[in-house]
């Protein structure tokens, strides 16, 4: 049994490396050349990163409120939606890292998907949107589904939103 371990390990270790590994190899030492011979910007206010951190910060707001619109292809024009809380999140966000390791801890592991937390699989991408609605006809905030040609509501559109 112990032989047959080591014949394993020895086997792994003759193969050669890869075409992968050979052009990822390359590429690192492409990529360290060019770093030498350029070096970094001259980065010296952080205005971008400034400004990041103040447009995450402000999202981070409780109960920050915000208008949804939806484009009208026919017209050309954006038409109020509903009153919203917060901005929209793309459908395809996960909350968990959506792929994991095969085999953790082994050198032949892969990725593969994992599941939400709701045990269901999400796409890599989506055209959706949710958006934290306000209920015109009461005083809870709802979650819409919204895709350019399709809106999910937990309530009934009227008024405005509807033709």
């Known amino acids: ?55 995450l910060e402000l ?26 809380v917060g ?14 390791l095969s085999w953790p801890g082994y050198h032949e592991s892969s990725v593969i998907s994992q599941a939400d937390p709701n045990g269901l699989y999400s796409p890599p991408s989506a055209e959706g949107t949710w958006i934290m609605c306000k209920d015109p006809n009461g005083n809870r905030t709802l979650p819409v589904y919204v895709e350019p040609r399709v809106i999910v509501s937990p309530f009934q559109l009227t008024g405005a939103n509807v033709e």
Do not use: H, W
């Open 1 to 55: 049994m112990a032989a047959l371990a080591a014949s394993f390990l020895l086997t792994a270790c003759v193969r050669g490396e890869s075409s992968d590994e050979k052009q990822s190899d390359q590429q690192e030492a492409l990529l360290q050349e060019g770093t030498a011979q350029v070096g970094m910007p001259n980065i010296k206010n952080f205005r971008e990163r400034k400004l990041l951190k103040d447009i």
């Open 59 to 84: 999202r981070d707001q409780n109960g920050l409120v915000t208008y949804a619109y939806t484009f009208s292809e026919m017209t050309g024009k954006y038409r109020f939606f509903c009153n919203s």
């Open 87 to 100: 901005y929209g999140i793309p459908y395809a966000t996960q909350f968990t890292n959506p792929q994991k």
